[in-house]
Structure formats: C-alpha cells, structure tokens
C-alpha cells in the first residue's frame, strides 16, 4: 500500500508553469527596465524613435497572445505552444546580444511572438490541471500569480 497524496496537494505540473511564468515574466521585465537605455545609448536613437519602438514591442507582446491562444486551440495545442512560445523567446534574446541593427529587430518580434505563444497558453493549462480538483483551482490560480508577480518584481532590481 502506497502513501496517499494529501487531499490538498496540487498537481505537479502547478510548480513547472510557475516557474515557466516566473522565468517569463522576469524574462520581460528585466528587458524593459534596460530596453530604452539601450535604445538611446547603444543604437543612438533619438527619443522619439525610442517611444515607437518600446512601444509597438509593448503593444506586440501584448496583442500577439490573441493569436497565440487560437494557434494552440487549432493547431499546435497547448503544451506545443508553450514550448514553441520559449524557444522563441530563448533565441530572441540571444539574437539581441548580436551587434546589429537588423538582429535588434529580429530579437525584438521573435520575443513578442514567443510571448504571443507562452502567455495565453500557461494560464490555459493552470486550469485544465485542476479538471478533478475544482476545489483547488483558485488557491492553484493564487500560487501561479505569485510566480508572475515574483519575476515582474525581482527583474528590474537585478538589472538595477
């Protein structure tokens, strides 16, 4: 006879997407605590063009989960879409150590569309981890939170 999961535990998979938000999460915030300071003194745009570009990535990373979350409901699925969604968030930061203007660019959109694909799908499997448990979903949804909240938090003290 085995020992018994207590009647409170949370699924596993809770503490992957957890810290798969965390990691995104921070991913994001310690980028945008730098991004204009790079803009401005790195690439040497003037701050008009800083504005444009800082915020059509903002407005991308925060559009593009519309499409991502009907690209995983139709076609890829969830855990695709996630692993989709990092991969081209892993390769968009590393396309911006490249010295160049146009991998600025590109680091840029495949962060924004990495982020299309992540977001909306990890809250989606939060709650599809939770199919047998209702009564545990919410305190499920409050530890993910913590996660997203925890990475916005420590990110720009780390670059600070």
């Given at each position: 006879m085995g020992?018994?999961?207590?009647?409170?535990?949370?699924?596993p998979?809770?503490?992957?997407?957890?810290?798969?938000?965390?990691?995104?999460r921070y991913s994001f915030y310690s980028m945008m605590a730098i991004l204009s300071l790079y803009m401005n003194e790195a690439l040497h745009f003037d701050v008009a063009h800083?504005?444009?570009?800082?915020?059509a990535y903002?407005?991308?990373?925060?559009?593009?989960?519309?499409?991502?979350?009907l690209l995983a409901d139709r076609v890829l699925g969830?855990?695709?879409a996630i692993v989709g969604g990092g991969v081209l968030?892993?390769?968009?930061?590393?396309?911006?150590?490249?010295?160049?203007?146009?991998?600025?660019?590109?680091?840029?959109?495949l962060l924004a569309s990495g982020s299309g694909l992540l977001k909306p799908n990890v809250?989606?499997?939060?709650?599809?981890?939770?199919?047998?448990?209702?009564?545990?979903?919410?305190q499920g949804f409050n530890i993910f939170y913590m996660g997203i909240n925890l990475g916005a938090f420590f990110a720009p003290l780390a670059v600070s």
């Open positions: 020992i018994a999961r207590p009647r409170t535990a949370h699924p998979g809770l503490y992957v997407m957890f810290f798969t938000e965390l990691w995104e800083v504005g444009r570009v800082y915020g903002t407005a991308g990373v925060y559009f593009l989960p519309l499409f991502g979350g969830f855990n695709r968030m892993m390769f968009g930061h590393l396309v911006l150590g490249i010295e160049s203007l146009p991998f600025f660019y590109l680091g840029l959109v809250s989606t499997i939060v709650g599809n981890l939770y199919r047998d448990r209702p009564d545990l979903r919410d």
